[in-house]
């Protein structure tokens, strides 16, 4: 993995770098972004002209949500997982949006019958933004890279998911994406259906519009009563894939056609920064980013469901 230091480093020749010339390979063993980032910071401290004060920045190509270690060995889906992604270069992002022509109605037996005969398509664009966490990191941590890699790949890393969750699902402040929970033309429902004979009701509902129910996006109480009961892996031969996150209430299940529904758009800009005496107690930071955006093609393929029925 390369990274890009923007203050400064060495290159791989282990020679100091003109200030204009600020890209250092840390070598071709594949790092994770925690390691580049504790070399990284390695590097600047052994620099004698160096400022020890001064805030550090490493860029990635990647988008870092995705690297958090233990997505790697356990299936526990974001729901970026749910998304198709594709990499874009500018900003905005053209892409092909498909609304419903007024209310969704029943499927007949022939195409001109279908809700999909009347979708009105349209090119829009969609805006990309920047997901941010800072995280405090421990006194003395920077002079240990054994434990300053781990820590930002597997707590720093993991809050960044989490901000991802609730920026996908809730929306960002600024706009560039409104969140899945709140999109004009997605379809609400409201049950007192037990759990499992509402999902499978609202999941033959999504299909109505010609998509086909591929995920759920439940809080993690709900998960663990569909594991419970058995319901997750039936839901697993039936192709649906449940993403849990504590960014949806308890009483809500998004269900959708994500795949057709969403692009996940990934510019490839993220960073780990270091924000010296950024604390509100004076303490150093490190801060993660990532840049993304999101393509809404089909939100009428979504359906909200809250219920007030048994879980079991």
Known sequence: MRGIAE???VNGNGAHPAPSDLEFDLGTVAR????EFAAAVGVARDRADT???EDLVVSFGTHLPASFPLFASRPRYPVRHLLKTAPVAGDPAPYVYEPPRGAVSESGVSYAATPEAAFAPRLEE????DLTVSVPLPE?????PALLAPYVDYRVLVRLSVAENEALLHGTGDGAITGLLRLPDTRHRETDLALEEAVTQTAAEVEETGGSCDGIVAHPAVYWEMVRTGMLARLAVAGITVSRTRMIPKDTLLM???RAAFTLLLPGVSSITLRRGAGSDGADLVEASSRVGLAVHLPQHLITLSWGGRRG
């Open 126 to 129: 969609a805006r990309l933004t």
């Open 51 to 53: 400022d020890e004060r």
């Open 256 to 258: 959708g056609d994500f």
């Open 32 to 35: 994770t972004p925690g390691e």
């Open 140 to 144: 003395g941590i920077l002079d240990k």
């Open 7 to 9: 203050s400064p480093a």
